[in-house]
């Protein structure tokens, strides 16, 4: 069976901002109720990749992103040959300051069919990773259609 320990645990919870207006209270209490009612379902089928993927974004959008590795980790684990499974672990890893292990996931991915490349140039998550040459000169090769 799969480690589901960080599930039931209230930790992401805490990690929360509080809220300034009552559009942010409201929009806090839509991302709790996501993950509580997703990590529900995960604790009873660990491996249903679907929710899998909605919580890893949760868990992206609001910060938690040691947790979304682990997500994302076991998706690429439960589908070895999805390129969009590894772009998303590239920008975690790169949220996470892991940049080697971020750009050998993005190569990864590019290299099973993820061409994107005006989605790859724009996005924030990628930040951090922007600067190493391995990063530019797979946008090149992308850019150019070398790959």
Do not use: F, N
């Given at each position: 069976m799969a480690d589901t320990?960080?599930?039931?645990?209230?930790?992401?919870?805490?990690?929360?901002?509080?809220p300034n207006t009552l559009q942010e209270m409201a929009e806090e209490n839509q991302l709790k109720f996501e993950l509580r009612f997703f990590a529900t379902i995960l604790q009873r089928y660990p491996d249903?990749?679907?929710?899998?993927r909605h919580v890893g974004q949760l868990l992206t959008q609001v910060g938690?992103?040691?947790?979304?590795?682990?997500?994302?980790?076991?998706?690429?684990?439960l589908r070895p040959q999805d390129a969009v499974a590894h772009y998303n672990l590239a920008?975690?890893?790169?949220?996470?300051?892991?940049?080697?292990?971020?750009?050998?996931?993005?190569?990864?991915?590019?290299?099973l069919g993820y061409r994107d490349y005006r989605y790859i140039k724009q996005d924030r998550d990628l930040d951090p990773i922007r600067d190493d040459p391995r990063y530019r000169e797979l946008?090149?090769?992308?850019?150019s259609g070398g790959v």
């Open positions: 320990s960080w599930l039931s645990s209230e930790g992401w919870e805490a990690i929360l901002r509080r249903y990749v679907d929710v899998l938690l992103y040691p947790e979304a590795l682990e997500v994302d980790l076991r998706l690429v684990r920008c975690t890893y790169a949220r996470l300051y892991k940049t080697d292990s971020a750009i050998r996931a993005l190569k990864r991915a590019v290299e946008m090149r090769q992308l850019e």
